[in-house]
């Protein structure tokens, strides 16, 4: 009976979400002006999002070299987006392998997939765009990702997909609104959270009735994960090597930042939604909970 009205539901939102996606999906290759020039001074993060903001290093820049700093952070959150965006492709593929194809679910799934495939392309032409590196993910980030992505399932996949989509929307929808940023970034996020609010509302959904269906030893293990996901994002938003393009060695950059109460403070702002909704969900707790703590993010 409840595995039928779980059906039902999960069967309803899917039809919802694939009528909003046919009426509302873009192509960032047609939609963006990749070649446009950028606006001369215009920040590309509001400078308040800055990890720097505010300490003694941030006082000694140039003004043209916060707007260089924050041009730099910008391109390693999309390089942690790409990131994250492969791992959470791969958990929808996987999950759909075992799932029925004729099921709306199932489809709204790959529709997903396919929205996270341009997002990924968008990014790239972003990072591009910005004349940046790709700041990669170091190596115990990257084997776990690799991990994440070979053997999650069930709470611990959505929740890992809910973190990272909301942490990145949050900067987004605030990037969106400012019209004092370079109209480039804030085209990118207009794109990317009208899309996401799509894959938020699909995991949001999901979420309790995977967790509803696990056993006690599945959730004392996801939320250990969970938290171990937490961490990786929050410290993967600003490598370290971004303060080398404003002359400031990568280690003393990172060690500002973190101890920069703006930054703690726009770090726990960015995950509030996230954390607020798996707290509820009990998904927030024990060692995972300490995890979200040393991040910063609580
Ligand atoms: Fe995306
Ligand atoms: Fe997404």
């Given at each position: 009976m409840a595995a039928t009205s779980f059906g039902r539901e999960r069967e309803a939102t899917a039809e919802r979400l694939l009528t909003s996606s046919l009426r509302t999906s873009y192509d960032p290759t047609v939609e963006i002006d990749w070649t446009a020039p950028h606006v001369p001074g215009a920040y590309w993060l509001p400078p308040k999002r800055s990890s720097l903001y505010g300490t003694p290093l941030w006082a000694g820049l140039s003004e043209e070299q916060r707007v260089e700093l924050t041009r730099h952070e910008v391109a390693s959150a999309a390089s942690a987006g790409v990131w994250f965006e492969t791992i959470l492709m791969q958990l929808l593929i996987r999950q759909y392998y075992d799932a029925d194809p004729t099921s709306r679910h199932a489809q709204y799934a790959l529709t997903e997939v396919a929205d996270e495939c341009r997002h990924s392309i968008m990014f790239g032409r972003l990072i591009e765009a910005l004349g940046c590196p790709v700041y990669r993910a170091g190596r115990v980030d990257h084997a776990l990702g690799r991990f994440l992505k070979s053997t999650a399932r069930g709470p611990q996949m959505y929740a890992a997909i809910l973190i990272a989509e909301e942490i990145l929307d949050t900067f987004q929808r605030e990037i969106m609104a400012d019209e004092s940023l370079q109209p480039l970034i804030r085209m990118v996020s207009r794109i990317h959270v009208v899309e996401e609010a799509r894959h938020v509302r699909f995991a949001r959904e999901e979420l309790p009735r995977q967790v509803a269906a696990a056993g006690p030893v599945a959730i004392a293990y996801a939320r250990l994960l969970i938290g171990r996901a937490a961490y990786s994002i929050a410290s993967r938003l600003?490598?370290?090597?971004?303060?080398a393009a404003v002359g400031i060695r990568p280690a003393v950059g990172r060690a500002a930042a973190r101890a920069n109460p703006h930054w703690r403070a726009t770090l726990r702002w960015s995950a509030s939604r996230a954390y607020e909704n798996l707290a509820d969900l009990g998904l927030v707790a024990g060692p995972g909970r300490a995890l979200w703590a040393r991040a910063g993010l609580i």
């Open positions: 600003v490598h370290p090597d971004a303060y």
